[in-house]
């Protein structure tokens, strides 16, 4: 039996339950024609090394191993094409690997309950052996080696191995050539056993369905998991940066910049800190702040700036970049303004109207997301596996203060724990 809980300002509910140990989220939305599920393990590309004896001894695997886990999944034993097999059943099916997760999912207008059962079948059916996972290296590494000529991506890299000292985040996603080639069928069948396990999973389900249907399916094609003795391995990382500065050399017609810091984590509530993250980002160098529309008219900057802020349990980066070619000039533009902000003690307190906006536009993206099944799915799916509650989101946003902003302000930037990266 399960709980319903709702959001009465946008007529919106969430249906929680759980089956054979697999929790099961459900979003109706009445009247939809095209209907979404996505099948998350609790498995990144950062949990390399971990303990499946209660944090008795600890592995370290290779890096990348998620990801090429995540291909393999989609080989069945019978060797039955399972991509043609959702086309038919009219669905798209896709996967993803981040530093968090590992993520299988489709979306389709027909046929929801068989394509579930595939979907199902495919990911606790694992097919895995030392001819297919020999094969699949050299797709793998062809893969990453597409991205040595991306500007971006290296230089993301760049910044991250500027950043990190220990912290596994700093890898490629991906891995490497040499560490894809030293993996084995055996490794990992041993990460399957260990992050695979319903218990260590959540389903999210987006559309008009019925409940009893999708459960019954659910029962038939999910056994309960095993008691979970699995705990991942956690990094002492060092608060400095690696690197001050760095640059790469990919001979660009316009070089590529990147100002990064790893942010410390002090608070205890994630999605509230993401959140007053987010909203010192906007007002310090958002398409609408003081420096971008100064820098954009005087030339200084173009459209290609951005700036960013992504925070995890055990590990934060800030990152603002773009493409000039005096990126030395921007770069130090960027830390003298923060520098400047630190001097300015009524900066934040004339920010007041600006953060109500920003909260406002907060909100209405929030809410705009319950048009899509797919939005629902992997945004309530991001939520979900943080431990937040998403009907609390629209909420904490209303309580933020620009006091909240300011002392998160101070706990981001720091010199100390900063980068500058050049890609020319």
Sequence with gaps: MGTIKELKFIDEKIYETEINTLKVYYIPKKGFTKSYAILTSDYGSKDVEFSVDGGVSFRKYPDGIAHFLEHKVFEMPDGENVFN??????????????????????????????????????????????????????????????????????????????????????????????????????????????????????????????????????????????????????YLEPEESVKKESVLEMNLQVPNYIYGVKVRRTGNDLLKDTLVGSMAMKLIFGSTSRFYEENIQNGRINDSFSSEISLEEDHG?????????????????????????????????????????????????????????????????????????????????????????????????????STKVTIK
């Design 85 to 234: 097999r959702f086309t038919e059943l009219g669905a798209s099916v896709n996967a993803f690997t981040n530093n968090h997760q590992t993520s299988y999912y489709f979306s389709t207008t027909d046929h929801f309950l068989p394509n579930l059962k595939l979907l199902l079948k495919m990911v606790f059916t694992p097919h895995l052996t030392d001819e297919n996972v020999e094969k699949e290296k050299g797709i793998i590494a062809e893969e990453i080696k597409m991205y040595d000529d991306h500007p971006g991506f290296r230089g993301y890299i760049e910044a991250m191995k500027a950043l990190y000292h220990i912290h596994p985040v700093k890898e490629d996603i991906a891995g490497s050539v040499n560490s894809i080639y030293s993996l084995t069928a055996k490794d990992l069948i041993e990460c399957y056993e260990a992050f695979y396990n319903p218990r260590n999973m959540i389903l999210v389900l987006v559309g008009d369905l019925d409940i009893t249907e999708f459960e019954e399916v659910i029962k038939e094609n999910v056994e309960p998991g095993l008691p979970l003795t699995l705990v991942k391995k956690e």
């Design 317 to 417: 980066e800030v990152f603002i970049g773009g493409e000039s070619r005096d990126p030395e000039m921007v770069l130090n533009l960027i830390e003298e303004y923060i520098e400047s902000i630190k001097k300015d003690k009524e900066f934040f307190r004339k920010m007041e109207s600006d953060l109500k906006r920003i909260k406002k536009a907060m909100t209405g993206k929030f809410v705009n997301i319950f048009n899509s099944v797919d939005r629902i799915g992997v945004s309530t799916t991001g939520l979900l596996l943080h431990g937040e509650d998403l009907f609390s989101y629209v909420e904490k946003i209303k309580n933020i203060s620009i006091n909240d902003v300011e002392i998160k302000f101070y706990e981001i930037f720091s010199k100390d724990r």
